[in-house]
């Protein structure tokens, strides 16, 4: 990457953090559908929250498994976006864009929504 990424994230908090979430995704995407072409199942967190049971349920559908018992309740974790300046999620909506394969950014794109770059 150029140095325009560089300049979109040097002021960020936790800039560092978003290459490395960013390289992650690629890498992982490149791995299951480049080289290794094995059954994948992408999981958002945030489907536990806006659609618990279904979530769930695709997920063992997907390791082959049976429910064994009622699922425990689901409590959200940390969310982060009030941490961060819009500007800032301007430039780091810019960036990840910048940085992300085609697949990663098809499955981090919706954490963007509303913020205008």
Request: with cysteine; glycine share 2%; net charge negative.
């Amino acid at each position: 990457w150029d140095t325009s990424i560089y300049h979109l994230l040097k002021d960020v908090p936790c800039h560092a953090d978003f290459f490395r979430y960013i390289q992650w995704h690629n890498l992982a995407f490149t791995i299951l559908n480049g080289f290794m072409q094995i059954p994948a199942y992408t999981l958002h967190y945030e489907n536990f929250e806006s659609r618990f049971n279904e979530t769930a349920k695709e997920v063992l559908d997907f390791l082959e498994l049976e429910q064994v018992q009622h699922f425990p309740e689901f409590v959200l974790g940390k969310q982060y976006q009030d941490y961060f300046e819009e500007d800032e999620k301007v430039r780091v909506k810019e960036a990840l864009r910048s940085m992300a394969s085609i697949e990663t950014w098809r499955n981090v794109q919706h954490y963007f929504d509303g913020i205008e770059a």
